[in-house]
C-alpha cells in the first residue's frame, strides 16, 4: 500500500528555518520522482519543487530558488524539503505527492498526481 506521510512543519519567525520530511512506504525512491507542493488559504495548491527518480533533476519554483532544497534518503526512503530564509508567503500547508512518473515532467499541475501525504502547516511569522 502506497503511503507518504509528512513531517516537521511548524511556527518560524521570518528569516528562520525548517526541514520537512516525506517518509514513503509501499514503493522505493529510486523508481518514482517526488513533488513537494503548498496550498494557503484561498489559494489553489502550488508545485514547490521536485526531484527525478535518479535525482539528476531538481525543480523549484521561481519564488523559493535558492532558498529551498530537496533531497533524498534512500535508506530512510524519504524526502525532505529544507527550507531556508522563510517568509511569511511562505505559509501554507505543504504536502508531498508522487504519480509514479519517473522524471518530474508531470509534477507541474497537482492533477497529475494520485498519492498525497496528509500535509503538514507551515506558519511563517512577520
Known amino acids: 500500500q502506497v503511503q507518504l506521510v509528512e513531517s516537521g512543519g511548524g511556527l518560524v519567525q521570518s528569516g528562520g528555518s525548517l526541514r520537512l520530511s516525506c517518509a514513503a512506504s509501499?514503493?522505493?525512491?529510486?523508481?518514482?520522482?517526488i513533488g513537494w507542493f503548498r496550498q494557503a488559504p484561498g489559494k489553489a495548491r502550488e508545485a514547490v519543487s521536485c526531484?527525478?527518480?535518479?535525482?539528476?533533476?531538481?525543480h523549484y519554483i521561481d519564488s523559493v530558488e535558492g532558498r529551498f532544497t530537496i533531497s533524498k534518503d534512500y535508506a530512510q526512503n524519504s524526502v525532505y524539503l529544507q527550507m531556508n530564509n522563510l517568509k511569511p508567503e511562505d505559509t501554507a500547508v505543504y504536502y508531498c505527492?508522487?504519480?509514479?512518473?519517473?522524471?518530474?515532467?508531470?509534477?507541474?499541475?497537482?492533477?497529475?498526481?494520485?498519492?498525497w501525504g496528509q500535509g503538514t502547516q507551515v506558519t511563517v511569522s512577520s
Open positions: 509501499g514503493f522505493t525512491l529510486d523508481a518514482y520522482a
Open positions: 505527492a508522487t504519480g509514479f512518473y519517473g522524471d518530474c515532467y508531470y509534477y507541474g499541475d497537482p492533477q497529475n498526481l494520485h498519492y
Open positions: 526531484i527525478s527518480s535518479s535525482e539528476s533533476v531538481t
